[in-house]
């Protein structure tokens, strides 16, 4: 039989990319509602468009989460069904009441979060902040409802900015969440990663006060620091230039240490790939391992006796023989 070829993306890495898509749009169409001065027809339209795509990026979670997860699970998917109704409210309410009230709904929503975070957290500065913005977000949302000064577009972008903070972090956490820590630090301590870099930036700080002093074109300690950042990282813009004979050797010395620096984060790059994978073998091999003794202890023993066989009687031959 022809082995089974892995799939590209497992079920996991889908959710967890399309997530990311979803919150990257969402993010763009926080960012565009901020700059709104009056509600529209499109106004209305991309509040809707933004609460169904966080309501879909929620659904999203949800079944990357799993079951197994119950908590979580009943968390996002409540969100998704608060998220797609506010939707709905914008785009069929048509009215200013709509927008202010599905902005209070939201608010509520971020409440709710916030009282889950807070049974979780035992520090006293935290609980107090947590207390705090529960209050603040209670009181927004009721002044949302009931006072008449704020606008729906007013409502509508405080909105969009706590949901332009929640889908940067959601972006970020995505991003930096499949990075091993641990893994990483191991290597760039054996890389000598810590000391090159160390010795870069004193290199380059060093390097800016003698070009602020030397080079006649570079007036400032900032732009100090920018030629020599430029050097360092091979970008060379050219804004700056070095013409002094002890500028030009200070920027052949940050050229080379520039190449170096670079080495090193190509190796660390290359070595946490590689030992990544190795990695996941070997727990991929021990998994299976475990998974065979565990089978192997659940086998019941063979009977080490045969049952013996009797022996049938000839009816040709006399009894006297068969005997």
């Keep these: 039989m022809a082995e089974k070829k ?15 898509v979803l919150c990257l749009i969402v ?17 209305c339209v991309m509040t809707s468009t933004m609460f169904i795509l966080m309501s879909l990026s929620d659904y ?3 079944e990357y989460v ?23 409210l914008v785009m069929f309410g048509h009215s200013d009441r709509a927008l202010k009230v599905s902005a209070a709904i939201y608010c509520l929503t971020l409440v709710y979060s916030m009282i889950i975070s807070f049974s979780k957290k035992k520090r006293v500065i935290k609980l107090i902040l947590y207390i705090l913005l529960i209050i603040f977000l209670l009181l927004t949302a009721f002044s949302m409802v009931v006072s008449d000064e704020i606008s729906p577009v007013m409502a509508v972008g405080v909105v969009s900015i706590c949901v332009f903070l929640q889908e940067l972090y959601r972006l970020i956490f ?24 160390s010795g870069l930036v004193l290199l380059i700080a060093a390097s800016s006060v003698v070009l602020r002093s030397e080079e006649p074109g570079i007036n400032s300690y900032s732009d100090a620091l920018w030629y ?14 070095a013409v002094t004979f002890l500028g030009r050797m200070i920027s052949v010395l940050l050229g080379i240490y520039g190449i170096i620096v670079v080495a090193v984060i190509t190796s660390i790059i290359v070595n946490f790939y590689n030992e990544s994978k ?28 045969e049952p013996q066989k009797e022996e049938e009687a000839d009816p040709g031959k006399p009894e006297d023989e068969q005997k």
């Design 6 to 20: 892995p799939a590209l993306l497992n079920r996991k890495a889908f959710f967890m990319i399309f997530e990311a």
């Design 27 to 43: 993010l763009m169409l926080s960012v565009r509602l901020i700059s709104y001065k009056k509600v529209t027809m499109g106004y």
């Design 60 to 62: 999203m979670k949800a």
């Design 66 to 88: 799993g079951k197994l997860e119950k908590h979580e699970y009943v968390k996002r998917m409540g969100y998704a069904a608060t998220f797609f109704i506010c939707s709905l």
């Design 174 to 197: 995505i991003s930096l969440s499949q990075i091993k820590y641990k893994l990483l630090l191991s290597i760039a301590t054996r890389s000598l990663a810590p000391q090159v870099l």
């Design 228 to 241: 020599c950042f430029a050097l360092v990282t091979t970008i060379g813009f050219g804004d700056f230039t």
């Design 278 to 305: 190795t990695e996941e073998q070997h727990d991929k091999e021990a998994a299976a391992e475990k998974k065979e003794d565990e089978a192997g202890e659940q086998e019941p023993d063979a009977s080490p006796e």
